[in-house]
């Protein structure tokens, strides 16, 4: 009996494309890789999935006094060592300003937008300098005094976000190498295998015998 | 009461849809996987519960 021709490329059986490009996708944007290999209802999934979580980790850690999104911040000094980034990063692009910010902070500088993702100061007297022009400036806050603002959503904020992170690694690994397949139901009716509904990966060249 | 708890609830949800959709391609076999995965959890977290919430009242009484 002739086989059957090849499935076309799209749908459940699209192709994994490029897995290096696909899984830096992945991890720049939530969905973003899967977006690249034509896995759309996925991608949407992820996309909403992750980055909701992440921002609704955000918005718990934001407040007028505190700033906006104080629970993402790169920090590795003496006494504050957030090590919840290492998995905040995972997210991607949405976590990235907080490495400009500290960046910024590191160089005196005032931290922008309301100290979105800024570390907060160690000590009060710690540069940046206050802006006399705004006294309220959430820039000047210490960690304890954010920690005090936002009180249990400090926790909450950091551990959603923190999360969010974390699962858009499973993410990349699935833009990367694909689901990862259960085992075959067996037909029935005739004991045959039918096929997973798997992405089609490239396929190994049959090893010919010496 | 504390109501921190309901937090864990939209987490459950979201950790039993990626990890789902780490197993399957298409979306209903994804859904039905992370009904599956959620109700295993939160069964998990509530016997959890109730033997913490025991202990409680053992020394309470």
């Known amino acids: 009996m002739p086989e059957s021709p090849e499935p076309p490329a799209v749908g459940p059986q699209a192709h994994l494309k490029d897995p290096l490009v696909a899984s830096v996708l992945a991890w720049l944007v939530p969905g973003l890789g899967h977006l690249y290999q034509g896995r759309y209802p996925k991608a949407a999934l992820l996309f909403v999935s992750i980055l909701g979580t992440f921002l609704y980790g955000l918005f718990l850690g934001s407040d007028q006094q505190a700033g906006w999104g104080r629970v993402v911040y790169f920090s590795f000094r003496q006494n504050d060592v957030r090590l919840y980034y290492l998995c905040q990063i995972g997210v991607g692009l949405p976590a990235l300003p907080a490495l400009v910010q500290a960046d910024l902070v590191h160089r005196g500088k005032r931290p922008f937008c309301h100290a979105l993702m800024a570390p907060p100061k160690l000590h009060a007297g710690d540069p940046p300098q206050p802006d006399p022009k705004n006294p309220d400036d959430p820039g000047q806050q210490t960690c304890g005094d954010v920690v005090r603002s936002l009180a249990r959503f400090f926790e909450l904020g950091s551990l959603y976000t923190a999360i969010a992170g974390l699962l858009n690694v499973l993410a990349i690994y699935d833009a990367c190498c694909g689901p990862v397949l259960p085992e075959p139901a067996k037909d029935k009716d005739n004991g045959d295998e039918t096929k997973p509904d798997g992405p089609k990966r490239k396929e190994e060249p049959a090893e010919t015998p010496a | ?61």
């Open chain 2, 1 to 61: 009461m504390n109501n921190d708890l309901w937090y864990a609830l939209p987490l459950v949800v979201v950790a039993s849809l990626v990890y789902a959709a780490t197993r399957h391609e298409r979306i209903g076999p994804i859904l039905r996987h992370a009904v599956r995965i959620a109700v295993w959890i939160l069964g998990f977290m509530g016997i959890i519960f109730v033997v913490l919430w025991g202990v409680v009242w053992l020394v309470d009484h």
